[in-house]
């Protein structure tokens, strides 16, 4: 690239020197979410002010893990560290606290905790684990109560919490884990409590558990082997005639050389009463079998995370969505997956085969004998019979897997909570939408399409600091989720629309909540009532049929812009036009009218287009932004001279234009200074860089005639050598080559080119 041509200006000199230091700058990394699979079309950082947001936080409260939605959604249960809160989540902004009740672990259970060599700083508490509506008057709240779990029944008055009575506290073992860190499970159903949890102390008796209403305690039994002792719950969720729980454990029918660890789905039925001489107060109805979510020729997603039922659906049925990964770190990065499980295929694995363990080989082959009527483990009425209460002590795993291919795949993101729901587009039809919480703090929004796999419309970090989000609570009514974590709770819309400017954004957004709203020239958030004239695709995202302004396909093809930015050119200056990225997923680049943009001129860095004023730099130039096949104007400036203003072109008469200031770097005096950002620091450091450089190349030429002058004196003065030093010690010292001129494999470049001989 060839400087400018010298004129008597020294100040234009110096412009052009920097301008070429400039380019030698090396580009800064791209931000975002790492790894492979679908991108974010837009990302918002922790503070970013084009997504509005709200944080609630209480002095001195911790951990708000465990969330609840009323009935009517008006007002949101939150189990923290030792208190339950009730928020009143109606107004928009910060959820208003409407009261709260404190429910402390005794001083008593604190020091037990502590002497048993627990944490008093961060274990030795009452983490509130299940939160659950018992019915119009109370909720049921069970706690970890400093390792020893507890359980009570909470009043309400106007969904306000009344204070818990020490003589109403039951305990909790069975349904509230003792570790704080012990994942758990817990659903009511038909007044019943249905928990997965951990049983003991020590953290390895893993449990099912029924317990409140009118029917008998059932739980699953420890010595039968039915789960491993390392089994870890995530979800429960209740069916017609069953409940079913959703865990990851080791696997024991499989013999590797390192533990695998596997999904499994379990299945109790609800009218379940136990034995009556065997199985006395277990589980008669207890089978289960292994999730498996894989995609062809790759390893599968193999620890579960989180699940969630979809409500039925008339074309699909009702499915339940599951987020996984894998115990394996391919490339160093953990991934992430999504898969849906049919409620249909479920049920057909647990009408199928059984295994069984060969005691001879310890092995579970799949068992091929006769089967009783009524069918083991099935939810028939009646007690069952002795013979198939033992057949299900040692039949209760299926042979068949229940398998279903990822609908997301996203490599370096670890996904930790899931919430879905179905939002109606413009044209009547329904798109699932979920909402991924992750390990850092950050929430993705994804839409699953009929016939494509899922993409993401945003990323959102939550959380300034790493952190997980320890809970998902969606709220329709409000439109909004909530995002549980160590120091409060986050309300996020469901939809940012008003962030999409044009017509061309707001479809390529393909965001199911927004359609733009050509009246009022705004990307709206959809209602119930929407008028006709409103403009969505959510099957290609097409700007060209959406909008009422066809844009051209070919990325060359330029539309006449709707605002023109008009910009003052200083002589001795730098001048940046920024270009905002509205989407990750277009690809962009500079236009300059019809012409080319100058090379010895411009350059562009991070983005914007750096120009230093000459002669001919005036005129149009356009930001385009190319996205799945349809290119527009992100933003379109005219640069003027100081001396001269550039008569606009004939095809831009009628577009508006705003007189604006862009960043400038100033060279010299005697020009105005608009400078946002300076370009000083890294003259500075280039120059420093440079000077290093040439000190360096100047001390090599200097050290090498010092060099061989002082190999030419070792040649002279080493020209006798003592008598015993004349003659090698034996032959083969005197073959063997010196190791200093053997030649390497470090002496062959890339392309297998020699680059040295040996010498013997």
């Not at 609630?56 to 009323?70: A, E, I, M, P």
């Not at 109606?424 to 909402?435: E, T």
């Not at 957004?509 to 008028?531: F, M, Q």
């Not at 030649?743 to 040996?758: K, M, P, R, W, Y």
Request: glycine share 8%; net charge neutral; charged share 20%.
């Amino acid at each position: 690239m060839a400087l400018p041509s010298p004129g008597p200006d020294p100040w234009r000199l110096l412009g052009g020197f920097l301008f070429q230091l400039l380019l030698m700058l090396p580009l800064p990394p791209a931000t975002g979410t790492g790894g492979q699979g679908p991108t974010p079309r837009v990302r918002y950082h922790a503070g970013d002010g084009h997504r509005a947001l709200s944080f609630f936080h209480q002095k001195g409260l911790r951990d708000f893990d465990t969330l609840l939605l009323s009935a009517d959604g008006n007002t949101l249960y939150v189990g923290a560290r030792e208190a339950i809160l009730a928020l009143n989540i109606q107004s928009p902004g910060i959820p208003q606290l409407r009261n709260m009740i404190s429910w402390p672990a005794s001083e008593r259970k604190k020091n037990d905790c502590a002497f048993k060599k627990k944490s008093s700083e961060t274990q030795c508490f009452n983490f509130i684990r299940v939160l659950v509506s018992f019915n119009a008057t109370h909720l049921y709240a069970c706690g970890t109560f400093a390792f020893s779990p507890a359980c009570a029944f909470i009043e309400l008055q106007d969904s306000h919490l009344l204070p818990i009575l020490k003589d109403k506290v039951m305990d909790g073992k069975g349904q509230s884990p003792f570790d704080p860190a012990h994942k758990h499970t817990a659903v009511l159903v038909d007044g019943m409590l249905y928990s997965g949890t951990m049983n003991n102390f020590l953290g390895s008796e893993p449990i099912l558990m029924r317990t409140l209403g009118s029917q008998p305690v059932l739980k699953t039994d420890i010595f039968l082997r039915w789960l491993h002792p390392d089994a870890s719950f995530v979800a429960a969720i209740p069916s017609s005639q069953v409940v079913y729980f959703f865990f990851e454990e080791t696997a024991s029918e499989f013999d590797f050389f390192e533990e695998l660890y596997i999904s499994r789905v379990a299945r109790v039925c609800k009218n379940d009463v136990g034995g009556e001489k065997l199985l006395q107060k277990k589980w008669t109805t207890f089978l289960k079998a292994q999730l498996l979510c894989t995609q062809p020729g790759q390893l599968p997603f193999n620890i579960i995370r989180h699940a969630v039922l979809l409500p039925a659906d008339p074309s699909s049925g009702s499915r339940i969505y599951a987020v996984f990964t894998s115990q394996w770190q391919v490339g160093g990065t953990r991934s992430s997956a999504v898969c849906a499980f049919s409620l249909a295929d479920i049920e057909h694995v647990f009408k199928g085969k059984f295994k069984e363990l060969n005691k001879e080989t310890s092995r579970w082959t799949t068992y091929r004998g006769p089967e009783a009527n009524p069918r083991p483990g099935s939810c028939s009425t009646g007690p069952s019979s002795d013979k198939a209460l033992t057949f299900m002590k040692d039949h209760f795993l299926m042979d068949e897997h229940v398998v279903a291919r990822p609908l997301l795949v996203k490599s370096g993101v670890e996904y930790t909570q899931l919430a879905v729901e179905l939002a109606q587009g413009l044209d009547g039809s329904s798109h699932v939408v979920m909402y991924l919480g992750t390990s850092t703090g950050s929430l993705h929004k994804a839409v699953v399409p009929e016939n494509s796999s899922a993409y993401l419309v945003e990323e959102i970090q939550l959380s300034p600091e790493p952190e997980p989000v320890r809970n998902l609570q969606l709220a329709p009514t409000q439109g909004a989720m909530f995002a549980g974590f160590s120091g409060g709770v986050w309300k996020v819309p469901r939809a940012n629309c008003r962030v999409y400017e044009s017509c061309v954004d707001c479809v390529l957004a393909r965001d199911p909540h927004c359609a733009w709203d050509p009246e009022s020239g705004i990307c709206s958030l959809l209602s119930g009532s929407t008028p006709s004239a409103w403009r969505q695709d959510m099957e290609q995202g097409n700007p060209e049929l959406a909008c009422a302004h066809p844009m051209p396909r070919s990325p060359r093809r330029q539309s006449p812009p709707q605002l023109i930015k008009e910009v003052l050119a200083v002589p001795n200056s730098i001048l940046e036009l920024p270009c905002p990225h509205l989407s990750a997923l277009a690809s962009y680049y500079w236009s300059h009218g019809r012409a080319t943009i100058p090379e010895a001129s411009s350059t562009i860095y991070n983005g914007s287009l750096l120009l230093l004023p000459q002669d001919g730099v005036g005129g149009l130039y356009q930001c385009v932004a190319t996205e799945n096949g349809y290119s527009y104007p992100v933003v379109s400036y005219w640069v003027d001279s100081q001396d001269q203003s550039l008569a606009l072109d004939p095809e831009l008469a009628g577009v508006p234009r705003e007189r604006v200031e862009v960043p400038l770097t100033r060279v010299g005096g005697g020009a105005s200074m608009a400078a946002q950002r300076s370009y000083w620091p890294h003259f500075l450091i280039v120059t420093v860089l440079l000077a290093i450089v040439l000190l360096g190349v100047l001390t090599l030429l200097l050290a090498s005639p010092l060099g061989a002058l002082r190999a030419r004196g070792k040649v002279q003065g080493c020209g006798t050598l003592p008598p015993r030093e004349k003659a090698p010690l034996s032959r083969e010292r005197h073959l063997q080559p010196s190791k200093d001129y053997r030649t390497s494999a470090s002496d062959v470049d890339a392309d297998n080119n020699h680059l040295g001989t040996e010498v013997a």
